[in-house]
């Protein structure tokens, strides 16, 4: 390298070490899936009955509020075409959905969710597409 | 400064790297695919691949990045250097097969042209944490496509060393483009600690060895005459230079190398035509000055590359009073022949 490019790749760096460290805690601060789940999602349900909110081909979603390992329980019939769609509570007391969780291969997925919550979103981050919205009733 | 150069048979080792090269990537998608279906066997082989190739690509993109600085630091990296190039088509093409499948995947079922989905299937452009990734990994896949289409010798010479050498540097943005790709993209959607953990720790360890390495450089750079007489700079003593290796100077902001070599002393540019290594950390053999980075030779008394080469670069005069060397700062035109002093 000659003088000019010993420069420029001397402010490159210097740049990319102030640059990407702060986008990359930004991104880390604000992701919408913390390294842990929601915590206003848990809470304690009321209920007794297991409920079938969904039926399909694909899936079969159940409301269990016995089940001590969570009261939603999402069985993943079949693989889908998104490789790791994200689960959503939604609830009218809360502004933004809760993430609760990833689908990521065929099995059973077991949830806490409040009782508030109104309905279970399965969302395809990558298509920015929701691929299932499941209402539930909880009575 | 290359004190422990060792001339290599470059070549009978160039095939013995690509085999390496070809072995490690062998094993690592062998190793991810493997880990995959055992942890999880309902994976479909259209994501396995795009993550295997995805994951292979920017652990290459780490290794091409570390080679540069450590080469620099250290002597023993070059042969790394060396066969810097294979590898970094390597990672191009574990890219491309990443980029290829993401977008037949995700963009191709749709009924609108696959690339206008990539740019447009989410238009949250000012947004951060939303902010399309894809398109972020197709702007990095872009420029390591140019430069692995321009990375052969022809493109070198037809581009010219600093255009090319510019469009390569490049590979800077590309890497920042690919951190924020993953971390707005796969990092969003399944966060690991491990994966944030991994990639912060390669980018710091990244970008302080390529800034340890600058510091190191532009330290020399700022390095000024001790004394100048009528216009001649005062270089070092006689003895200061090792018999067939140089003494680099800087003269008008730029560095020269001062060779000694068969009792004689030559002064040229210290900047290879090929991709700019530092000559005066080569070694003289067979009569001449030989490239640390890629072997290229010149005739320390002309600056000319020895038939049938025809690579030239500048001289300069040299004085000697006493043991003293003295340069000066005025460069000749490139090719220009000097007689060498004599000891
Ligand atoms: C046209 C260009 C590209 C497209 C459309 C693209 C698309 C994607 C997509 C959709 C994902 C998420 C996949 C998943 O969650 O399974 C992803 C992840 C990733 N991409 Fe890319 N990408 C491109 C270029 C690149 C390049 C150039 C690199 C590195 C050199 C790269 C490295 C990665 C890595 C390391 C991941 C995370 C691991 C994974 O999930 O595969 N991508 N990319
Ligand atoms: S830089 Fe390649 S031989 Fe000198």
Not at chain 2, 24 to 36: A, D, P, S
Not at chain 2, 197 to 213: N, P, Q, R, T
Not at chain 2, 274 to 292: M, N, R
């Given at each position: 390298m000659n003088t000019r490019q010993r420069k420029k790749h001397k402010i490159i760096w210097l740049l990319l070490l102030v640059i990407v460290p702060i986008l990359l805690v930004f991104t880390i601060v604000n992701l919408?899936?913390?390294l842990f789940t929601h915590n206003n999602a848990l809470g304690v349900v009321k209920g007794e009955a297991k409920q079938i909110m969904l039926e399909n081909e694909t899936f079969t979603v159940l409301l269990d509020p016995k089940n001590t390992d969570g009261n939603l329980q999402i069985f993943l019939k079949k693989s889908l075409e998104s490789p790791a769609p994200l689960v959503y509570a939604v609830s009218k007391d809360m502004p933004k959905d809760s993430y609760i969780g990833t689908?990521?291969?065929k099995g059973k997925y077991d949830f806490k969710i409040n009782s508030t919550t109104t309905s279970v979103k399965i969302y395809d981050a990558i298509k920015k597409e929701e691929l299932l919205n499941i209402p539930l009733s909880w009575d | 400064m290359g004190l422990d150069y060792q001339t290599v048979l470059w070549n009978s080792h160039k095939k013995k790297y690509d085999l390496w090269i070809a072995i490690g990537v062998f094993l690592y998608l062998l190793t991810f695919i493997g880990i995959t279906i055992l942890t999880?066997?309902?994976?479909t082989a259209e994501t396995l691949i795009i993550r295997a190739f995805g994951t292979l690509a920017i652990a290459l993109l780490h290794i091409v990045l570390l080679i540069g600085p450590l080469s620099r630091l250290n002597s023993r990296f070059l042969p790394l250097l060396y066969n810097r190039r294979h590898l970094g088509v390597s990672m191009f093409l574990a890219a491309l097969i990443h980029g290829a499948f993401s977008i037949i995947q995700f963009?191709?079922?749709?009924?609108?042209?696959a690339f206008y989905a990539l740019f447009t299937?989410?238009?949250?452009?000012?947004?951060?944490?939303?902010?399309?990734?894809q398109v972020l990994g197709f702007f990095a896949l872009i420029i390591l496509f140019l430069m692995a289409a321009t990375s052969h010798d022809f493109w070198l010479k037809n581009l010219s060393p600093k255009i090319w050498k510019g469009l390569h540097m490049m590979v800077y943005v590309a890497y920042a483009f690919v951190l924020l790709h993953v971390f707005l993209g796969a990092l969003q959607q399944q966060p690991s600690l491990w994966s944030i953990s991994i990639l912060s720790i390669g980018f710091i360890v990244i970008a302080s060895l390529h800034l340890k390495a600058a510091l190191q450089e532009s330290k020399i750079d700022k390095q000024t005459a001790i004394k100048v007489e009528d216009g001649w700079e005062f270089v070092c003593t006689v003895d200061e230079i090792p018999e067939d290796r140089a003494k680099i100077f800087i003269v008008q902001k730029e560095r020269i190398a001062i060779f000694k070599y068969e009792n004689k002393l030559s002064a040229i540019s210290n900047?290879?035509?090929?991709?700019?290594?530092?000559?005066?950390?080569?070694k003289v053999i067979d009569g001449c000055v030989t490239c640390?980075?890629?072997g290229y030779q010149y005739?320390?008394?002309?600056g000319q590359s020895p038939p049938p080469f025809t690579e030239k670069i500048a001289t300069y005069r040299l004085k000697k009073i006493a043991n003293e060397i003295y340069v000066h700062p005025e460069g000749l035109a490139e090719g220009t022949a000097i007689e060498p002093i004599a000891l």
């Amino acid at each position: 390298m000659n003088t000019r490019q010993r420069k420029k790749h001397k402010i490159i760096w210097l740049l990319l070490l102030v640059i990407v460290p702060i986008l990359l805690v930004f991104t880390i601060v604000n992701l919408k899936e913390p390294l842990f789940t929601h915590n206003n999602a848990l809470g304690v349900v009321k209920g007794e009955a297991k409920q079938i909110m969904l039926e399909n081909e694909t899936f079969t979603v159940l409301l269990d509020p016995k089940n001590t390992d969570g009261n939603l329980q999402i069985f993943l019939k079949k693989s889908l075409e998104s490789p790791a769609p994200l689960v959503y509570a939604v609830s009218k007391d809360m502004p933004k959905d809760s993430y609760i969780g990833t689908l990521t291969a065929k099995g059973k997925y077991d949830f806490k969710i409040n009782s508030t919550t109104t309905s279970v979103k399965i969302y395809d981050a990558i298509k920015k597409e929701e691929l299932l919205n499941i209402p539930l009733s909880w009575d | 400064m290359g004190l422990d150069y060792q001339t290599v048979l470059w070549n009978s080792h160039k095939k013995k790297y690509d085999l390496w090269i070809a072995i490690g990537v062998f094993l690592y998608l062998l190793t991810f695919i493997g880990i995959t279906i055992l942890t999880n066997p309902e994976t479909t082989a259209e994501t396995l691949i795009i993550r295997a190739f995805g994951t292979l690509a920017i652990a290459l993109l780490h290794i091409v990045l570390l080679i540069g600085p450590l080469s620099r630091l250290n002597s023993r990296f070059l042969p790394l250097l060396y066969n810097r190039r294979h590898l970094g088509v390597s990672m191009f093409l574990a890219a491309l097969i990443h980029g290829a499948f993401s977008i037949i995947q995700f963009h191709t079922l749709g009924n609108t042209n696959a690339f206008y989905a990539l740019f447009t299937s989410n238009l949250e452009y000012d947004s951060l944490t939303n902010f399309p990734f894809q398109v972020l990994g197709f702007f990095a896949l872009i420029i390591l496509f140019l430069m692995a289409a321009t990375s052969h010798d022809f493109w070198l010479k037809n581009l010219s060393p600093k255009i090319w050498k510019g469009l390569h540097m490049m590979v800077y943005v590309a890497y920042a483009f690919v951190l924020l790709h993953v971390f707005l993209g796969a990092l969003q959607q399944q966060p690991s600690l491990w994966s944030i953990s991994i990639l912060s720790i390669g980018f710091i360890v990244i970008a302080s060895l390529h800034l340890k390495a600058a510091l190191q450089e532009s330290k020399i750079d700022k390095q000024t005459a001790i004394k100048v007489e009528d216009g001649w700079e005062f270089v070092c003593t006689v003895d200061e230079i090792p018999e067939d290796r140089a003494k680099i100077f800087i003269v008008q902001k730029e560095r020269i190398a001062i060779f000694k070599y068969e009792n004689k002393l030559s002064a040229i540019s210290n900047v290879c035509k090929h991709q700019g290594g530092p000559l005066g950390e080569g070694k003289v053999i067979d009569g001449c000055v030989t490239c640390p980075w890629h072997g290229y030779q010149y005739l320390p008394a002309n600056g000319q590359s020895p038939p049938p080469f025809t690579e030239k670069i500048a001289t300069y005069r040299l004085k000697k009073i006493a043991n003293e060397i003295y340069v000066h700062p005025e460069g000749l035109a490139e090719g220009t022949a000097i007689e060498p002093i004599a000891l």
